[in-house]
């Protein structure tokens, strides 16, 4: 058996298509029969409600974290099932809110996760970690306890101005906390086609992140923003339009890199 990978979807820049993004590509990876669980880590909670799953459930997101600095080593909090075929979710908890300050004196903070998830991750061939838009405790802890990291960018202007800063928060990760951290990919997100600045923006990400951009380009579709309001990931929602076809294609190349 291959072993668990596990991925941090991620971008501190907010409304980037990040929970798009997790939500569909997890049921994707399901429906092509891999086993794959969503760790919703913002306390927003739009991954949870996308997957018609009830925040603050019992063993939700905020549980891993802290109940294994609570109850140690024998804690292993289960999963949910979603109504979709290998698919599991831990869900999200607004107590996440308040976790930075709650752990300022809990000592090595940054490895909660990754030592939470020990006990469960064999169970998977994928985990996806959905980050909240913040460089903070959360997403340190997501990039630690991740192979690697998927990067969704929104084809707009400024879109390029924070992919810097994060760069910088990943280098910063890799030489102190986790030097087996990779970029998995970067993936443009809306896009239009008729948009000469989208065109444009897609050009310099291109040149400045060639070897890591996705093929596969997520259009802009009304359809991906619908989905989440009847609790469904798209692909069960209409699965002929063009963001459901684009998400089954970015996970066809996500198995082949
Ligand atoms: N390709 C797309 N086409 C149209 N709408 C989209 C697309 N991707 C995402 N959206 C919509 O844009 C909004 C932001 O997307 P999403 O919630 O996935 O971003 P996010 O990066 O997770 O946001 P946040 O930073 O708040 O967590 C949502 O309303 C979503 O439904
Ligand atoms: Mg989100």
């Known amino acids: 058996m291959s072993e668990v ?31 794959v669980l969503l760790i919703d880590m913002d306390a927003q909670g739009n991954a949870t409600t996308a997957l018609s799953v009830d925040k603050d459930s019992d063993n939700n997101s905020y549980d ?5 600095v609570k109850h140690s080593e024998e804690f292993a909090p289960n999963h ?15 107590n996440l809110s308040a976790l930075d300050i709650e752990l300022a004196n809990t000592e090595n903070r940054e490895y909660i996760l990754k030592h939470s998830l020990e006990n469960i991750k064999d169970n998977y061939d994928y985990i996806f970690i959905d980050c909240p838009p913040a ?33 910088e928060t990943i280098h910063a990760v890799q030489s ?7 970029i998995e990919g970067i993936l443009m997100t809306m896009f239009d086609k008729r948009n000469i600045l989208a065109n444009n923006v897609l050009k310099d990400v291109k040149e400045h992140f060639g070897d890591y951009l ?4 997520i259009p ?10 009847f609790g469904k990931p798209v692909i069960m929602y209409d699965i002929n339009c063009s963001g459901s076809q684009a998400y ?6 996500f198995l082949e890199r």
């Open 5 to 35: 990978k596990i991925l941090s979807v991620t971008n501190q820049k907010g409304g980037v298509g990040k929970t798009t993004t997790c939500v569909n590509l997890s049921t994707a990876l399901a429906a092509l029969g891999k086993k």
């Open 64 to 68: 891993l974290l802290v109940g294994s």
């Open 80 to 94: 949910i099932e979603t109504f979709i075929p290998n698919l599991y979710c831990i869900p999200s908890s607004k």
């Open 135 to 167: 460089l903070n405790m959360i997403t340190l802890n997501a990039f630690v306890a991740s192979n690697s990291l998927i990067i969704p960018v929104q084809c707009e202007f400024y879109s390029l101005e924070g992919i810097a800063q994060l760069l």
């Open 176 to 182: 102190q906390l986790n030097k087996d951290l990779k």
């Open 214 to 217: 996705y093929d596969t380009i």
């Open 220 to 229: 802009r579709n009304v359809r991906l923003s619908e989905a989440p309001s």
């Open 248 to 253: 089954l294609q970015l996970a066809k190349e």
